[in-house]
Structures are given as C-alpha cells and as structure tokens.
C-alpha cells in the first residue's frame, strides 16, 4: 500500500510564502492526476490545485496567481508553492495521488496557519 507523506505546515504571516512536499512511501507509475485539496473546521474539502501526467496545471479562483503546483517526476513528489498567503488559506492541506489504473491515495493532511 502506498503512503504519502506531506511536509510539516507551519504557522505563517499573512501575506508570507511556504511551500508543502508530498512524496509516496515507495516509488509509482503510472501516475495521472497529483492534487492538493484543503479542508478547514466544519467544511468540505476543496480543491486547491491540480497537474496532470502532461504537465497541465489547475486552480481554482480562489488560489488562481498565488499557489503554484509542480512535480518532480523522478521522485513523483508533488510541490504547492504558496504565495501572498491570507488568512482564509488556514485549513489542513491533503494531497492526493490518482494513478491510471484508478488507484486513489490521499495523504494524512499537514496544517498549515496564516495569521492576520
């Protein structure tokens, strides 16, 4: 079974920058969709950022000009750069792996702050 393992978020200023890793516990192919979604106290997870197995990349409006998503294919470990953070970007950041062959693998969530 495949585990992702996202870095430590941390407590951060508003309008500061930090970037979140996710690395799978073993090395996978086949990979087609890296995610970050992001879920705060009492709502649903969103959808912060997508990239698929060609490079194309995905935002919501919300985020669309701040937060960069990137891969590094070799270690098929995924990158959220976050940029120009508010207040509202607190919550707890999940990755997501979805493979071609329909497997789907979600990290355990890294905390991440922004204070006014």
């Known amino acids: 079974q495949v585990q992702l393992v996202e870095s430590v978020g941390r407590l951060v200023q508003s309008g500061g920058s930090l970037r979140l890793s996710c690395a799978p516990s073993r090395r996978v192919f086949r990979i087609d969709v890296l995610s970050w979604y992001r879920q705060s106290p009492g709502k649903q997870r969103k959808l912060v950022a997508t990239?698929?197995?060609?490079?194309?990349?995905n935002y919501p409006d919300s985020v669309k000009g701040r937060f960069t998503i990137s891969i590094d294919n070799a270690k098929s470990t995924v990158y959220l750069q976050m940029d120009s953070l508010k207040p509202e970007d607190t919550a707890v950041y999940h990755c997501?792996?979805?493979?071609?062959?329909?497997?789907?693998?979600w990290g355990q969530g890294t905390q991440v702050t922004v204070s006014s």
């Open positions: 990239i698929g197995s060609g490079g194309s990349t």
């Open positions: 997501n792996l979805i493979t071609t062959a329909g497997g789907v693998y």
